[in-house]
């Protein structure tokens, strides 16, 4: 039988690009993708000895009926929001910022270098902690940023090594200078009252949520309603043209990238101030992974951003009384993230393209 | 002198797993399929040769093999991503490494792998020849993988440039479009460099557990996937630069444990930062050269979609 014959006989796929999908249809897709995310997950977990019953337990009652766990789910979602904005704005300005780790370490030296010399009064100290934190993120992304605008470097392997450099820097001051001279643990000693981001009055909640917030409103009209989000707009779609257009996309490229590691510096003070009210070892894990996911999932979109960063906190803080109750390590979490990732990509294979089968 | 010998002894052990993993890395490249997945490769490989060892209770070539497929079948799932489903090369091998590392810790604990020691491979010895002062102990006292590597380089260079299948590969990574209309299965062809790339890259992986620190830790790996993609950079996609990278590197590592052992003051973790900075000063130096020649692949990073061929 020719080939031609058996291409007859029994069909063959044909992929067609499509043009346009309605928004409704590529919503669909992307809840599709994240429900099979989901059930893949699940499998996972199954396999590795949760039960189903502990399972819906774990994600679905006690999350949603405690108000101490939906409190630790907003409380979780604060800097998981910062990490976003920032690996958003980085992308829109086609910079991919992979060392969102380092500038968070760098954030976290930057806020705890002013809380343990004790510089200036008390009412200015959480200012000045957040200021200094913003300052050391975008210390750590200026030279990946310089090195790729004049050297043209690959900034994702750049801002990547930077990432271990800020690390072993930080292990270098809490087993040497910063180490808490009070317990002699590698840690630093804790922050006093005035240096903790403060209590809603509501369960866990505090004011980094409220920093989130403003970040986000930020973050929205200078993505999407200002010039400068214009512009980056057009060089998102299409840097070569907007550059012979006349938009300066080295300057633009710069002021993203500084943004972005003054986001993730935030994020570090978030977490040292409102979260572990002190710098440990391991307080950026994961944080930078969950940043380039939230911002893929949400498209760089600010409101978006929120809403992944919701789900990814339930998923932390599930992970958490997992790793306590069935000794599923942590590193699951980032597992799960990664499973929803490939699922939701590979659902935009199938907005991007129309499959049919052809007699 | 006997610091010298110690030190050059000890080069090629520290050098395999980047020259491994650079020429995976360039085999995949030269497809034009960008791999940034590299990190996750090699922890996949890493964890499955401690846990095949540990499993079998030795045979550590078996267990190296074991650690090439492994990360073979992960790559599948990369292979997926990129190729058939056209998904952004660069979300696609972050995603990878990030499920890697998931992935590996989760197995490894779960099967009570991590923390465990055992004995791995050891140096071969070649009687007379090893015992040959200095050059036995440098050239004649290495293990099977370090010689491995050698031919692998050389056969990896003569497949590329001499081959009907190698110059087919490399059609098929400048340009996919001129080499699909001259009837080159462009997906096939991606497809099997993506997955010789893994493989290599798990053998490097394996390496890293089996031969070197015969013991499995979380992150085991610590950025040598990322360093080997700097050195692909380095050496311009070109293998014989990629393996004098991967000994320039080796050497650099070989030295770390010595910097302390023979009284030279340098806080710990400033030296446990050197290799991350001297990748970067290396990316430097690079961009800088004045000879920008390079034989980066044309489509590199490209998705080849055949209903917009050009």
């Known amino acids: ?47 590795s000895g949760v039960g189903l019953a502990a399972l819906l337990n774990e ?11 939906i409190s630790g789910v907003l409380v ?51 200012p000045l902690m957040a200021f200094f934190a913003a300052l050391g993120g975008m210390m750590w992304i200026l030279l990946p940023t310089i090195l790729k605008l004049r050297l043209r470097i690959n900034e994702i392997i750049s801002t990547l090594l930077m990432n271990y450099i800020a690390f072993n820097f930080l292990l270098h001051l809490l087993y040497g200078p910063w180490q808490d001279p009070v317990s002699s643990f590698p840690h630093s000693e804790q922050f006093e009252d005035f240096e903790r981001l403060a209590p809603l009055g509501w369960q866990s909640l505090n004011t980094s949520l409220l920093i989130a917030v403003a970040l986000v409103i930020f973050c929205f009209w200078f993505m999407v309603k200002s010039r400068f989000g214009f512009q980056l707009n057009f060089v998102h779609s299409n840097a070569q043209m907007a550059k012979a257009l006349g938009v300066r996309v080295a300057a633009l490229t710069l002021t993203a990238a500084l943004i972005s590691g003054a986001l993730s510096g935030l994020a570090g003070f978030a977490i040292s101030a409102g979260i572990e009210s002190r710098m440990t070892q391991s307080f950026f894990i994961g944080y930078g992974f969950s940043g380039i996911l939230i911002a893929f999932l949400a498209r760089n979109n600010p409101l978006g951003i929120v809403a992944v960063s919701i789900l990814v906190a339930t998923l932390m803080i599930a992970g958490q009384s997992l790793q306590v109750f069935y000794q599923i390590p942590f590193a699951m979490v980032q597992l799960i993230q990664a499973i929803i990732v490939i699922c939701v990509a590979a659902s935009e294979f199938f907005i991007r393209h129309r499959v049919r089968w052809v007699e | 002198m006997d610091f010298l010998i110690n030190w050059l002894a000890n080069i090629p052990g520290f050098a395999v797993p980047f020259a491994l993993g650079a020429l995976g890395l360039i085999i995949c490249e030269k497809s034009g399929v960008l791999n940034l997945g590299a990190e996750g490769f090699l922890l996949v490989g890493a964890m499955a040769g401690a846990g095949a060892v540990l499993t079998f209770g030795g045979f550590p070539l078996v267990a190296l093999g074991v650690a090439a497929l492994a990360s073979a079948a992960l790559s599948l799932i990369f292979a997926t991503l990129v190729i058939l489903l056209r998904v952004n090369q660069v979300i696609s ?25 055992f004995t791995g491979l050891s140096s071969i010895d070649l009687g007379p020849l090893s015992d040959i002062p200095v050059i036995g102990r440098i050239v004649f006292s290495q293990d099977l993988i370090v010689y491995l590597t ?33 009837g080159i299965n462009v997906t096939a062809y991606r497809f099997v460099a993506v997955l010789i790339g893994a493989l290599l890259l798990g053998l490097a992986g394996g390496y890293l557990t089996v031969v070197v620190s015969k013991i499995w830790v979380d992150g085991l790996t610590g950025g040598r996937g990322w360093i080997a993609i ?12 990629a393996l004098a990278g991967a000994v320039l590197f080796g050497c650099m590592e070989a030295l770390i444990p010595r910097v302390a052992a023979i009284g030279i003051q340098v806080p710990q973790y400033f030296v446990l930062m050197m290799p991350y900075v ?8 690079t961009s800088l050269s004045r000879n920008p020649a390079t034989d980066e692949p044309g489509a590199l990073g490209r998705p080849f979609v055949r209903e917009e061929r050009h």
């Open chain 2, 150 to 182: 050698v031919v692998l380089f050389f056969v990896s260079v003569h497949m590329l440039n001499k081959t009907n299948a190698g110059l087919r590969l490399r059609a098929v990574g400048e340009n996919p479009d001129a080499a699909d209309a001259a």
């Open chain 1, 76 to 126: 979780q979602a604060g800097p998981l929001i910062i990490v976003g904005l920032s690996a958003g704005i980085a992308f829109k300005a086609r910079f991919w910022n992979i060392g969102i780790e380092g500038q968070v370490i760098f954030g976290a030296i930057g806020a705890t270098l002013v809380a343990i010399n004790d510089i200036g009064p008390p009412s200015l100290r959480l």
């Open chain 2, 230 to 241: 700097a050195l692909v950079i380095f050496a311009r996609w070109r293998l014989w630069r």
């Open chain 1, 59 to 69: 994600f679905v009652v006690f999350i949603f009926t405690s108000p101490k766990n």
């Open chain 2, 278 to 285: 001297v990748t970067l000063a290396v990316m430097v130096w």
């Open chain 1, 1 to 47: 039988m020719s080939d031609i014959a058996r291409a007859r006989r029994f069909g063959r796929i044909n992929l067609e690009i499509r043009d346009d999908m309605p928004m409704w249809k590529q919503s669909l897709a992307f809840l599709a993708g994240v429900a099979a995310g989901l059930v893949i997950s699940v499998v996972i977990l199954l396999v």
């Open chain 2, 93 to 117: 091998g972050l995603t990878i490494v990030f499920l890697a590392q998931g992935l590996t810790s989760l197995i490894a604990l779960k099967q009570g792998w991590t923390n465990k020691a």
